[in-house]
């Protein structure tokens, strides 16, 4: 646990902020960096167009369920944070068996939607020659569904707790294994048959199992989780603390998936322009995805600062870190927007060098290298109102800026303006900077107010 700087050690409290995110920057990076690989290998396969454009849709629904997932459970990282900084570490542990119920739970749903997937992708109008593969894909992943439910687990008590190295370990081991398994599966090695997309849906879900089993271990055997005591008891369901947890975990899963299905609602309707747009949509995202890896860990270890100063009652320090990570990601950001800008034709040939794919790819990515600031900006704002626990008004928020605005502009500039998949972009782009300004404006007034929660 670290200590709060004082408010004009800038550079403290900047290194420490790192020293959070780091690990959890290159964890998260060799996780999507399974994701790039994923995309990369499919980019090789005969039919290349269709086996990108049904890997990025079933992708996209994959994602919008493990966001739901992933934003309920993530209600534990901020209360065992405030917890961690209260110092009250067996009751950390006692919240977070808890949320194992809560994690049990999610599989159920999750599960029905890949394993119906044919007819969740046929209901929402995606290209009929895309809906097989992308449905294999999806049937293939849903062996790994139980793992990441109960991966996310124990990935946010451990943030929670201020060890974050529990991200990167696991991640990295995840993304080493990744590329044998798809190598194995995909292409048809070792005397196995080529599975395409679907082998590569059961390489992900072989890697599943192994990072959750990993990191099971490594939490039962580290040192530093022993105050909090997680696994001294089996508890029953405790209806009053598990209220509580789904109190503060429905907002953010509304939030999170909220954002991340307005990027999965603009993949699907891309996918309705055919397999060309799909594809070059998959290379722009898939790269903007990976530069997000760096926002999205300052944004979950603003959460973990500013929760930490909450317990102890340090409110001007818990508004003073949320500022120095707002000012992080300006920086980051600028760095990665001028990087897509001048270099886009370098990075759609990591994917494709498709003669057809490639220019509109490169097209999109100018579009991704302006939405760099919005999306980096509201998810590290999002993060430090986590850290309070301040949910419910940003779920509206979101609400707003992604479904009411920017999926429908995003509409309506591709089919009506006939724009094409640029007009998505676009249309993502009004919506991540509106809810930028509205998350930011949020948290520089209540933290201001020095809120307790």
């Known amino acids: ?108 749903p999750f599960l029905l939607v890949t394993s119906f997937s044919t007819e969740v992708l046929i209901w929402t109008g995606v290209d009929s020659q895309i809906v097989p593969v992308a449905a294999g894909y999806l049937k293939a992943l849903a062996w790994g569904v139980p793992a990441i439910c109960l991966l996310l687990l124990l990935r946010f008590f451990s943030e929670g707790t201020g060890h974050t190295r529990t991200t990167m370990v696991y991640g990295m081991a995840g993304a080493a294994l990744n590329i044998p398994l798809n190598y194995i599966l995909m292409y048809g090695k070792l005397g196995l048959p080529a599975l395409g997309t679907v082998g590569c849906g059961y390489a992900t879900a072989i890697v599943l199992w192994v990072q959750f089993l ?99 009652k340090d409110y001007a320090g818990a508004r003073y870190a949320g500022l120095i990570g707002l000012g992080v990601v300006l920086v980051f950001e600028t760095l990665s927007a001028s990087f897509i800008f001048l270099f886009p034709e370098w990075i759609v040939l990591l994917y494709t060098d498709d003669p057809i794919v490639s220019p509109l790819a490169v097209s999109l990515l100018l579009y991704a290298a302006i939405f760099q600031y919005p999306d980096g900006l509201q998810i590290c704002a999002s993060g430090a109102l986590r850290g309070m626990k301040d949910t419910r008004l940003p779920m509206l928020y979101s609400v707003l800026s992604f479904w009411l605005v920017g999926l429908p502009v995003g509409y309506f500039l591709t089919f009506h303006q006939a724009m094409g998949p640029a007009g998505m972009w676009m249309g993502l782009i009004t919506g991540l900077t509106l809810g930028a300004a509205l998350m930011s404006v949020r948290y520089l007034r209540i933290s201001r107010h020095g809120i307790a929660t």
Request: hydrophobic letters at 55%.
């Open 1 to 108: 646990m670290f200590s709060i700087a004082t408010p004009r050690d800038h550079p403290a409290e900047i290194r420490r902020t790192l020293q959070l995110a780091a690990p959890i920057v290159i964890g998260q990076v060799a996780v999507f960096s399974m994701n790039f690989v994923d995309t990369v290998m499919a980019g090789r396969l005969p039919d290349k167009e269709l086996a990108l454009a049904g890997l990025g849709t079933g992708s996209a629904i994959f994602s919008a369920m493990m966001l739901l997932a992933l934003g309920t459970i993530m209600a534990i990282q901020p209360i065992v944070a405030q917890l961690d900084g209260a110092e009250k570490f067996r009751e950390a542990g006692q919240q977070t068996r808890q949320a194992f119920y809560i994690a049990a739970f999610l599989i159920i």
């Open 214 to 312: 990993m990191t099971l271990g490594y939490v039962l055997l580290h040192r530093h989780f022993r105050p909090y005591q997680l696994f001294e008891r089996f508890e029953a369901p405790r209806w009053q603390d598990i209220f509580g947890l789904l109190k503060l975990g429905i907002p953010i899963a509304v939030t999170v998936t909220v954002e991340g299905t307005m990027f999965v609602g603009a993949a699907l309707l891309i996918a309705r322009l055919g397999p060309v747009p799909s594809a070059a949509h998959l290379i722009a995202i898939n790269f903007s995805a990976l530069i997000f890896m760096v926002p999205l860990a300052l944004g979950g270890s603003l959460t973990i600062r500013v929760g930490n100063a909450i317990g102890r």
